[in-house]
């Protein structure tokens, strides 16, 4: 079945550091990938997508990029700041529309 | 943009009770929700599949006659946690569908005492 693997965490940076989260997938077909974000007692919130090989998906300096060789959708940032600590989910869409989560990877970011 | 609210967003009840939340879509009409359990410091577990107007689909593991769903709007979803125990304490998720995407609520926190 269909399933995403996430780089555990957690991860602690300082400002301005550069953040990369791994994702890698197994899916049949053509799945829509997607990084979700939460901060602390709240639900997810979307952060970006991409629905096809080579798509590049980016928000808030978050970028992600669809890789169907290496089946992977790793989430990168360039300058973290503080408000980016949360907990990020890569989540994997099948066909039925049901999305499959990694485990999360919280982020902490110091001042 | 998608907004889903849930309601309450913190509930405390007794052992043996049940407890109803809410999942409303409220800018857009949405034929199908889904409701997810988290665990602390964990992912999102499916739980069930809502579809307005039918029987709600449950994943595999999860009991239908504890967890009720109703979907009797485009825009309302109701979970149903019935004879709820301590065991059942979680933080409860709705999404709606739109398209490809979910649009997430801000969850319910339940904890059975």
């Known amino acids: 079945g269909d399933s995403v693997t996430q780089m555990e965490g957690p991860v602690t940076l300082s400002e301005e550091a550069f953040l990369t989260i791994n994702c890698t997938y197994t899916?049949?077909?053509?799945?829509?990938l997607f990084w979700y974000v939460q901060y602390p007692g709240e639900g997810l919130q979307l952060l970006l997508k991409?629905?096809?090989?080579?798509d590049k998906g980016s928000n808030k300096g978050f970028e992600a990029t669809y890789r169907k060789e290496t089946t992977s959708f790793h989430l990168e940032k360039g300058s973290v700041q503080v408000s980016d600590s949360a907990v990020y989910f890569c989540?994997?869409?099948?066909?039925?529309?049901?999305?499959?989560f990694g485990a999360g990877t919280t982020v902490t970011v110091r001042a | 943009g998608a907004v889903v609210s849930q309601h309450p967003s913190r509930v405390i009840c007794k052992s043996g009770t049940s407890v109803k939340i809410e999942c409303r879509s409220l800018?857009?009409?949405?034929?199908?929700m889904f409701w997810y359990r988290q665990f602390p410091k964990q992912s999102l577990m499916l739980m069930a599949t809502?579809?307005?107007?039918?029987?709600?689909?449950?994943e595999q593991g999860v009991e239908k006659d504890k967890f009720l769903i109703n979907h009797a709007s485009l825009t309302l979803s109701t979970l149903t946690v019935t004879s709820a125990h301590p065991e059942d304490s979680s933080f409860y998720i709705c999404?709606?569908?739109?398209?490809?995407?979910?649009?997430f609520g801000p969850g319910t926190r339940l904890t059975v005492t």
């Open positions: 809502s579809n307005e107007g039918s029987k709600a689909t449950y």
């Open positions: 899916a049949t077909g053509y799945p829509s």
């Open positions: 800018d857009f009409q949405a034929t199908t």
């Open positions: 991409a629905t096809k090989a080579d």
């Open positions: 999404s709606a569908k739109v398209g490809y995407e979910q649009y």
């Open positions: 989540a994997l869409g099948s066909n039925d529309y049901k999305l499959s």
